[in-house]
T-cell receptor, first 113, second 111 residues
Framework: DARVTQTPRHKVTEMGQEVTMRCQPI?????VFWYRQTMMQGLELLAY????????DSGMPKDRFSAEMPDATLATLKIQPSEPRDSAVYFC???????????FGPGTRLTVL | QKEVEQNSGPLSVPEGAIASLNCTYS??????FFWYRQYSGKSPELIMS????GDKEDGRFTAQLNKASQYVSLLIRDSQPSDSATYLC???????????FGSGTRLLVRP
């Protein structure tokens, strides 16, 4: 059953703490996206990678957010330090070679107090 | 002007009716168009993709694309209460794999 997995599913933390979210794309998919969804802003693209190389991170606040893909089976999104305005659901999605369709993971619901 | 626009709804239809969801986009060079369904508290789920003008049918779902009018729609026939969700229109505007999402239309199907 091929699907994108994300951990943790829920995270509650205090302002100023570091948060790391992980994503395992569908096996064989070479393009990975990070999105953030809030009621106010909807679904926003933060960054994406192809073949582990970052292609676009223009949607990401550079001072506190960082995204990496250390290997083909793991993508990470880190927030340091976290702020209450970072509270949102963070989704990872992946696309396979020669395909157009993005498949989303279940998301990480982040609450920063 | 937003790049992908949808009416936020809610669109309320009775069970068994046809639900019509609409989306307009700004980039005339857009190539690929997608409809995602998102239940409350869940992740977006791809339900339709369409790449050329005309209609594409899959079960109770029909996607319609009119590139000249920069318009894409989703029809749901024989609507069921289980179709109640937010429907997100997404457009791929260039050669990258980036998608631009609309803000979604909330659909309510009344039993």
């Amino acid at each position: 059953d091929a699907r994108v997995t994300q951990t943790p599913r829920h995270k509650v933390t205090e302002m100023g703490q570091e948060v790391t979210m992980r994503c395992q794309p569908i096996l064989g998919h070479n393009t990975v996206f990070w999105y953030r969804q809030t009621m106010m802003q909807g679904l926003e693209l933060l960054a994406y990678f192809r073949n582990r190389a970052p292609l676009d991170d223009s949607g990401m606040p550079k001072d506190r957010f960082s995204a990496e893909m250390p290997d083909a089976t793991l993508a990470t999104l880190k927030i340091q330090p976290s702020e209450p305005r970072d509270s949102a659901v963070y989704f990872c999605a992946s696309v396979g070679v020669s395909y157009n369709e993005q498949f989303f993971g279940p998301g990480t619901r982040l609450t920063v107090l | 002007q937003k790049e992908v626009e949808q009416n936020s709804g809610p669109l309320s239809v009775p069970e068994g009716a046809i639900a019509s969801l609409n989306c307009t986009y700004s980039d005339r060079g857009s190539q690929s168009f997608f409809w995602y369904r998102q239940y409350s508290g869940k992740s977006p789920e791809l339900i339709m993709s369409i790449y050329s003008n005309g209609d594409k049918e899959d079960g109770r779902f029909t996607a319609q694309l009119n590139k000249a009018s920069q318009y894409v729609s989703l029809l749901i026939r024989d609507s069921q209460p289980s179709d109640s969700a937010t429907y997100l229109c997404a457009v791929r505007m260039d050669s990258s794999y980036k998608l631009i999402f609309g803000s979604g239309t909330r659909l309510l199907v009344r039993p």
